[in-house]
């Protein structure tokens, strides 16, 4: 196991910046320092740019040493630490679910923005994963009640680790979105989901930290039928939203005039796709 020289502060980082150098650049090296510091020893960046004399524990050292081989790897530094912020919350993720992105922050903020979160509302995540945007809604919307619901009973697991830890109420349930009769049968005044949507052709374009690690159920779908579990939920949540309900998608850029297409032919109105902070269209709005 390859160790820094002493179990000094400055001595760690240096090790750490010699062996990530030949993969990662200077930017990303200096994000990772700061993400494990801070998780492992509770070391500030304010802490560090003083460069007061910070000794390291043996234990921690160690933490250290496997993290800089998880990197060497390619392993998502949310990985590593075991957990990732989104909208300002820590949550617990692992394998079994995607590390949340910040284009779903957005998704959510267009949720807030349209709707009124002081309503009693009744709100379906289909494909919860880490559980990020039912818990998130959870604490926006206060009086609502959540369900949210995942193929994946190691992420459901996941997601109400995460729930506990906001102290957030959701009912989390199993099910097949590409089956509708396993879904709630309830009906909801807003529905969302952030559904596998990446075609497999497109895997080659992917860097490795992602393949190797985030779980393919939850991004890819075959080149054949891209749609298909935009089809299945919108045609569920046609029948199961309440009058005045709506439907928000997070999308594939490269289908964004299909899903507003395929919207219509089920029969939805008020059909939106908006563009993220990068302006790609990655958000679909609709309603019954």
């Avoid at 001595?11 to 998780?39: A, G, M, N, R």
């Avoid at 680790?161 to 309830?186: C, R, V």
């Avoid at 302006?279 to 609709?286: D, H, Q």
Wanted: with cysteine; charged share 25%.
């Amino acid at each position: 196991m390859l160790l820094p020289l002493s179990n000094l502060l400055s001595d760690v980082e240096i090790f750490i910046k010699q062996q990530l150098s030949p993969q990662y650049t200077s930017v990303e090296i200096e994000h990772f320092c700061q993400y494990i510091f801070e998780e492992f020893s509770q070391i500030t960046k304010i802490e560090r740019l003083l460069k007061k004399e910070i000794y390291i524990s043996e234990s921690e050292i160690i933490k250290y040493s496997n993290a800089v081989k998880k990197l060497k790897a390619e392993t998502p530094i949310q990985y590593v630490v075991g957990k990732a912020n989104f909208y300002g919350l820590d949550f617990l993720v692992n394998k079994s679910v995607l590390i949340p992105r910040p284009e779903t922050e957005e998704l959510i903020e267009w949720i807030i923005e349209s709707t009124d979160t002081s309503g009693k509302s009744t709100i379906l995540d289909i494909g919860t994963g880490s559980g990020c945007i039912a818990i998130v809604l959870g604490k926006e919307f206060s009086e609502s009640q959540i369900t949210a619901v995942d193929i994946s009973k190691e992420a459901i697991e996941t997601a109400q680790k995460n729930a506990k830890t906001h102290q957030i109420n959701i009912d989390f349930q199993t099910a097949n979105a590409l089956k509708p009769e396993t879904l709630p049968s309830g009906k909801f005044n807003i529905i969302v989901s952030n559904p596998p949507y990446v075609r497999e052709s497109e895997k080659k374009q992917m860097r490795k930290n992602v393949l190797d690690y985030e779980p393919d159920s939850a991004l890819f779908v075959e080149d054949q039928d891209a749609l298909v579990f935009y089809r299945k939920i919108a045609e569920y949540s046609f029948q199961h939203l309440a009058i005045n309900g709506k439907l928000f998608f997070e999308i594939n850029e490269a289908f964004a005039e299909e899903c507003k297409e395929l919207m219509r032919q089920i029969g939805f109105s008020e059909i939106e796709v908006r563009r993220d902070m990068r302006g790609k269209e990655r958000m679909l709005k609709c309603c019954v």
